[in-house]
C-alpha cells in the first residue's frame, strides 16, 4: 500500500461520482446527517484547485473540499471521507491536515468552520487549533445553510432557527493565532514583589 496525498486537478474530475458515492454510503452506515454533493459540484471543486485526494495506485482513498462562504470570509472543509478499506489508518487525520493547509494558503485571512457529529472530526480540528463556538459565530451566509437541505437532522435545525442542531461548530480564526500572548498584569503585580523580598536563610548564617 503507497497511499499518496495531494491537492486534486483536473486529472481527477474522473472521481467525482465515486466520491459523492462513498461520501453518501458512510452517511448512511453511521446513520448521520451529510450535506449532499453533486458530481458536477465536486468535480468543479477539483477543476479549480480546492479538494485534496488521496489515491493508492489508481484507487480512490480519501478525499475533502473547500466551500467559501460570506465572501470569502469563512471557509469550510467539507467532505472528508476515507474508502472502508483504509479506515484506522491516520488517513483521515493526514486529509484534514492537508485540506487545512491548502484552506489558510488559499485563503489566509478566512475563518475556518466545521459543523460535524463526528467525534474523530472534533479531536482533529482541536488538534489544528479550532475551539467550539455557537452556531451564530460561524457564517450567515444562506447558501450554506441551503446546503443542509440534505441531511436528516435538518427540520431540527429549522426549529432552532439555525442556532443549534446536533452538529457542533467549531472554529479557527486566524487572528486569534497570530496575536502574541500578553503577560497577565496581575501575574506581574504578584512576582514581582516576591523576586523583591527573597533573603538569605539565617540559619546558615555564621
Sequence with gaps: MNVKIQVA???HAKYAQQICDLIYESAQARGTGIAKRSP???AEKINAGKAVIALDGDKLVGFSYIESWGHDKFVANSGLIVH??????GIAKRIKKRIFDLSRKLYPHAKIFSITTGLAVMKMNTELGFKPVPFSELTDDEEFWKGCQGCRNFDILQRNNYKMCLCTGLLFDPEKEMKPKRERPFAKKM???ILKKKTPNKLFKK
Design 9 to 11: 486537478n483536473s486529472s
Design 40 to 42: 458536477e459540484y465536486v
Design 84 to 89: 472502508p478499506d483504509y479506515r484506522n489508518q
Design 191 to 193: 512576582v514581582k514583589p
